[in-house]
C-alpha cells in the first residue's frame, strides 16, 4: 500500500478508544498476471481469494462486507449500530474487496452489506474512509466534539 494509505488508517486507528481497538489484516491477493480476464477467470480469482479471507476471520465475528451495492448507514446510524455490537461483545470484521471485489459467497456469509459511496472507490481509500467513520462512530457514542452534527 502507498505510504500515505497506511499513515491515514493507523492515524484513526491510533485515535480508537482503548476499549475499541482497529486492527488490520490482509490477505494475499490472487496472482492476477497480465492481459485481460475472461468472467470465469476473474471468478476463480476471487473465489480463492474469498478462500483466503474465510480463513482470516475469527471464529464468531460478526462480518459486514463493505460493496457498492450495499446499505448505506450515515454516521449516527453507524453510531448506533457501533453501540448494539458494543452491546452484544461481539467481534466486528469489516471485509474489502480488492480490485476485482469480493467473492459473491463471502457477500452471502455476510451479517451486514455496506457502502460508504454508490461509486466505486479504490480499496485502499476505502480503508482509511472506514478507519475514519468508525473513528467518527466511536466518537459521537463518547460525546466528543470530533463530530459536528
Keep these: 500500500m502507498p505510504a500515505w494509505v497506511q499513515a491515514g488508517f493507523e492515524d484513526y486507528a491510533r485515535r480508537m478508544p482503548r476499549d475499541l481497538p482497529l486492527q488490520l ?10 492481459g485481460a480476464r475472461s468472467a470465469a477467470q476473474t471468478e476463480a480469482l476471487l473465489k480463492a481469494e474469498g478462500e483466503r479471507l474465510r480463513g482470516a476471520l475469527p471464529s464468531g465475528c460478526h462480518t459486514v462486507v463493505l460493496d457498492e451495492r450495499g446499505q448505506t448507514l450515515d454516521s449516527a446510524h453507524l453510531a448506533r449500530q457501533l453501540a448494539q455490537w458494543m ?30 459511496s454508490v461509486m466505486t472507490l479504490p480499496h485502499q481509500l ?24
Excluded at 489484516?25 to 497480465?34: D, L, S, V, Y
Aim: glycine share 8%.
Design 25 to 34: 489484516r490482509e490477505i494475499r491477493p490472487q496472482a492476477r498476471g497480465a
Design 87 to 116: 452491546q452484544e461483545r461481539r467481534d466486528v470484521c469489516f471485509v474489502i474487496g480488492g480490485a476485482d471485489g469480493l467473492d459473491v459467497g463471502i457477500k452471502r456469509s455476510a451479517h451486514l452489506m455496506l457502502t460508504l
Design 126 to 149: 476505502v480503508r482509511v474512509i472506514l478507519a475514519e467513520q468508525l473513528y467518527r462512530a466511536a466518537s459521537m457514542l463518547r460525546n466528543h466534539p470530533y463530530h459536528r452534527a
